[in-house]
């Protein structure tokens, strides 16, 4: 889609005034649409419509007539009832999608009660609201016939970086009750455990290795969400209880060669079970990765403190710089200016030095300065250039200059840079104005040799 297309469609979000429903509001707004949201509750939606430049209806059908594109985003228990009451009145040509965990339903109901001309998609973006953009995601597409918006729905997704899979309703949701119901499930139970045990999470980190504070991360990521969610994600799937019945069988099997002392038993199914993973290496190497990079972080941050560096916040996306002042096990301290904030490093990425040039480029102020000095013929004006734009607060410097004549000593020159400088304190960085230029002279002449 051009630029032209997408500031001329109309997108409607039935639902969307909160969790996922808001963050795809969002997110078109941000891709340059035409936005509609709806909820059920006025206050609620005109706020969310005037956080993101949206405009809210109230009404599910008005906005499914106003729009070229109609999402469904609204609690699964209820999706079928809202397809039901909108698809009929999708424009001709129009698109209808929903975002549900099922798609097998959803797929049917669309299919009886789309409007003549209309077209959809049922559709599952493999992700929640707290990402922060679609690079890497997964969405699933379950099309049915030939769609003339497929191809284009794809292009967009997949010019956002994010990974589309297109497959039937039913492989989708039997996929999902693996994905999704056996693993949440299995999470949940644990969790559950933990709970019922008393058992001490914090505490029991300080014993643990890293790859138990991985798991505990996942399951506290699933247990975090919506438990109406939860519970509908696990009893709308045709497949689930299947799934789960096995789950407790393999489970209670386990359990009794343990129990009974059945060794050889145990070692052999637990060997079966890991012959199963389709490449055991990658997956370790995957998860050596993701422990080394929490790792890692912290060491940054550790070997940062009193140095200034940039931050970002994984879930608003905002940029804070400053200087750190100290860091602990969960919590870094940076203060900017006269402020001081906290961060849970669980939270934040850290820029790198090449990020953090680049924000420091794009948000503050930047100045511009002639600076001269006189040097001794033996010094190369293109390499005191050059070393004067390694420091870290010069944008850019150039030779605007070269005198030789009468004010100037034998065998020297005078130079004149235009230097282009963050702020005014960079600028009296390079010149040291206490001392004037000859601060400068002397900085330039020690590099240089």
Known sequence: ????????????IIGG?????????????????????????????????????????????????LADVVVVSVPIEVTSDVLREVAPHVREGGLLMDVTSVKEEPARVMERFIARGAHYIPAHPMFGPRVSSL???????????????????????????????????????????????????AYISIAATLEAEGVDIRESRKFASPIYNLMIDTIARIVAQNPYLAYSIQ??????????DCFLRTATRLNEMLRDGRM??????????????????????????????????????????GQEIGIKHIYSGRV???????????????????????????????????????WKVENLDLRVYDVSAVFSDSVDPEVIAHLIGLLDCVVDVKIVDLYRGPQI?????????????????????????????????????????
Request: aromatic residues 6%.
């Open 1 to 12: 889609m051009d630029n032209e297309t997408v500031g001329k469609m109309i997108i409607s």
């Open 17 to 65: 005034t909160r969790e996922l429903g808001y963050w795809i509001a969002r997110f078109l707004r941000k891709e340059g649409f035409r936005v509609i949201i709806t909820g059920r509750d006025p206050d609620t939606g005109r706020s969310a419509a005037g956080r993101i430049g949206a405009k809210y209806c109230r009404d599910n059908v008005r906005a499914a007539s």
């Open 135 to 185: 690079e890497g995601q997964v969405v699933v597409l379950t099309p049915s016939g030939d769609n003339p918006w497929l191809d284009d729905v794809i292009r967009f997704l997949e010019e956002r970086k994010a990974r589309v899979i297109v497959t039937d309703p039913s492989t989708h949701d039997r996929m999902m009750s693996v994905v999704q119901v056996l693993t949440h499930f």
């Open 235 to 244: 009893t709308h799937n045709t497949y689930g209880q299947e799934m789960r």
């Open 264 to 305: 050889d038993d145990f070692v052999a199914g637990m060997g079966l079970a890991a012959k199963n993973i389709d490449d055991v290496e990658a997956s370790l190497g995957r998860s050596d990765k993701a422990i080394e990079a929490l790792n890692q972080e912290l060491i940054v941050l550790r070997n940062s403190v």
């Open 320 to 358: 804070h710089v400053g200087v750190l002042e100290s860091v602990t096990p969960d919590y870094a301290m940076l203060r900017s200016g006269k402020r001081v904030m906290k961060f849970k490093i669980s939270n934040i990425r850290v820029l790198s030095e090449e990020e953090l040039r680049r």
């Open 409 to 449: 000593p034998p065998d020297h020159f005078s130079l004149t840079l235009r230097v282009k400088v963050f702020d005014r304190e960079c600028y009296e960085e390079i010149l040291g104005v206490s001392e004037g230029y000859r601060c400068l002279n002397k900085v330039i002449l020690t590099l240089s040799v």
